[in-house]
């Protein structure tokens, strides 16, 4: 991600999350250390999804995953995921964590199948509407 890509992904962010982040937000980090900011093109319309991968030693957290509304359920998903997870690993990351709404079914369907494990509840995590998340966690090998 760079400077331009960043009013697509706050499209994108908004259009995805009940709470999204702001560009200031996305802009605070680019650069950051720790901080992984990928971004999924199409030749013909830019930006259509991205994720960010908090890392910290061995730990990864992934933050933020989405793509534009018209990209969703074409399989798009799980080459960002495969993407994140392949920068975790080259970053060190031994185990990779995530939190994701319980109703959000299509989300837990895709982080099982790439092998995710729930390890956790955080009761009323989100708001817009208030929902528990569910933490989920992998080891990346």
Known sequence: MTAADITAVVRIETEAFTSPWRADTFANLIGQMGVELL??????????GYAVLWCVLD??????????????????????????????HARGVRELYLEVRASNARAIAL???????????????????KEDALVMSKAIE
């Open 111 to 129: 982080y099982t199948r790439f092998g995710f494990e729930r390890v956790g509840r955080r009761r009323a995590y989100y708001d817009a509407p």
């Open 59 to 88: 730990q990864g957290e992934l933050a933020n995953i989405a793509l534009a509304p018209e990209h969703r359920g074409k399989g798009l998903g799980a080459i960002l995921l495969a993407r994140a997870m392949e920068v975790a």
């Open 39 to 48: 971004v999924l093109t199409h030749p013909d319309e830019g930006v259509i």
